[in-house]
């Protein structure tokens, strides 16, 4: 198999292995290096009721694949995952933690916090204190975090090295949308935690602005409607900005307080979502680039209330119509497709038959996410746009996600890469719709290359620039 280079645009390994830090002993499930093929148990509770309980992002399964570049996601749980009116305590704490695997006392904690800034700060440090290099199967493995697209060429040059770059998903880590639980949003407090964030050593690279639960800043899509009445996701869901949500935008995008911390538009309510394109496009210093970390696409038109996409897509707002994708390649930003099966199709198209070969199982995967790249180029093609040049891997891997059949762990990313190669060839030799030439006749290779990796070098170079003065003293 050809050896393969990989990034990965929005990546948990820390939501466990910090999650076990709260144990009441101590083991390996709180090393972010941990080691462990996804079993046969695993992989049968994973088809049969798609529970995730395996680990499949740590330092050494990312290193073992040819991961370069993660874009490792800081995240603390909102509370509304774990305390409602009706359902709070220990019990719900048990089922959270069957269905998260982030541990049982991590849970009860949760739900007793009053302070995503704090907890933010804990999760970085558990980060950063992770062991730089461990010897797997004979040969040592490193990772480090890189700063600027000057650490990105290094880390290129450097084998069996894992390059970190610190984000965050859901703008609630200032503090706020907390109100319901007795802690009005101050907004005093949140600005100053985004200066205190910006003085970071090192600093998130974007943000995930919306996450699943109202934040006062902005609304969110629904995203947890499988969970039923275990969460209630309706305060903000569905609108627009809030005039602290715009000075939040503000002070992230600003270069006078520090380098700009991006915005990713996952999670974002249509409305959210239709109001930071208009006011991008006004913004006096230029369009910033807008992020899409782990999304996927409808297949249709916002303006379309009826599904009208590709049948195999899943239509739900938290997904991106075609208005969306344009916005973000032409504000020169960056769509990276996630890997969780229940954003990428309907139920009848991403289920997992209990009686299948494992080259089966992976072929139909990666003609689910070819799906989604080819749907992404035509659209691109037929508005006089690269077809091939914006898209990447954001694969939500730890997120509690359901991962696509044997795609499980970052370790399936060759096999998957080599699959993938074999769809964009016979697409590519095919009598395809792509007008443009540049985009008809791209080499097959070259394109599984910009997706893999190559276009998140060239987005990096152009946006990942030195910190400035301001922070360069900082902590």
């Not at 249709?300 to 991106?320: L, Q, Y």
């Not at 096999?415 to 443009?436: G, W």
Request: aromatic share 12%.
């Amino acid at each position: 198999m050809e050896k393969y280079a990989f990034a990965d645009w929005h990546v948990h390994p820390n939501l466990k292995t910090f999650g076990h830090t709260f144990d009441s002993t101590v083991s390996n499930k709180s090393d972010l290096w941990r080691y462990k093929k996804p079993s046969a148990v695993s992989k049968l509770l994973n088809r049969l009721f798609g529970l995730t309980r395996m680990y499949q992002s740590t330092f050494s399964s990312m290193n073992l694949a040819g991961v370069k570049i993660a874009f490792v996601s800081l995240y603390p749980f909102e509370k509304g995952f774990f305390v409602n009116k009706q359902y709070c305590g220990p019990k719900t704490a048990f089922f959270a933690d069957l269905i998260t695997g982030i541990g049982y006392r991590r849970i009860r904690h949760l739900q007793k916090q009053d302070n995503y800034f704090e907890e933010l700060k804990a999760e970085y440090e558990f980060v950063l204190s992770a062991d730089k290099e461990r010897k797997i199967s004979g040969r040592d493995y490193r990772w480090k975090i890189v700063e600027d697209w000057v650490g990105i060429r290094q880390i290129l040059d450097d084998k069996n090295i894992l390059g970190v770059i610190p984000t965050i998903e859901g703008s609630h880590v200032f503090n706020s949308g907390l109100g319901e639980y007795g802690k009005p949003t101050c907004a005093a407090e949140v600005m100053n935690n985004i200066l205190e964030l910006k003085k970071w050593k090192h600093p998130p690279f974007f943000i995930t602005f919306g996450h699943n639960f109202g934040n006062d800043f902005c609304g969110h899509a629904p995203s947890l409607e499988k969970l039923g009445p275990l969460v209630n996701q309706s305060h903000q869901c569905q609108e627009g900005f809030t005039p602290l949500g715009w000075d939040v935008v503000d002070s992230l995008l600003s270069d006078k307080n520090g380098r700009p911390i991006l915005l990713d538009l996952k999670h974002m309510s249509l409305n959210s979502r239709k109001q930071l394109y208009e006011w991008n496009k006004r913004r006096s210093e230029g369009m910033s680039p807008l992020i899409v970390s782990h999304g996927a696409v409808t297949g249709g038109s916002w303006n379309v209330t009826k599904k009208t996409g590709r049948a195999i897509f899943c239509p739900d707002e938290i997904n991106f119509y075609d208005e969306d994708i344009l916005e973000v390649v032409r504000s020169g930003g960056f769509f990276a497709l996630q890997l969780d099966a229940n954003r990428l199709g309907i139920s009848k198209v991403i289920r997992k038959p209990l009686l299948s070969s494992g080259r089966a199982r992976l072929t139909h995967s990666c003609r689910i996410i070819w799906a989604h790249l080819r749907h992404i180029a035509e659209l691109l093609d037929r508005e006089g746009l690269p077809a091939w040049d914006h898209i990447g891997i954001g694969s939500d891997f730890d997120g509690t996600i359901n991962p696509l059949d044997e795609i499980w762990t970052s370790e399936d990313f060759p096999s998957m890469a080599e699959c993938l190669l074999k769809e964009i060839e016979a697409y590519l030799d095919s009598p395809n719709s792509l007008k443009m030439l540049t985009n008809k006749f791209a080499e097959p290779k070259e394109v599984l290359s910009k997706f893999l990796i190559e276009n998140t070098l060239r987005f990096l170079e152009r946006n990942f620039k030195e910190k400035t003065t301001l922070m360069s003293y900082a902590d």
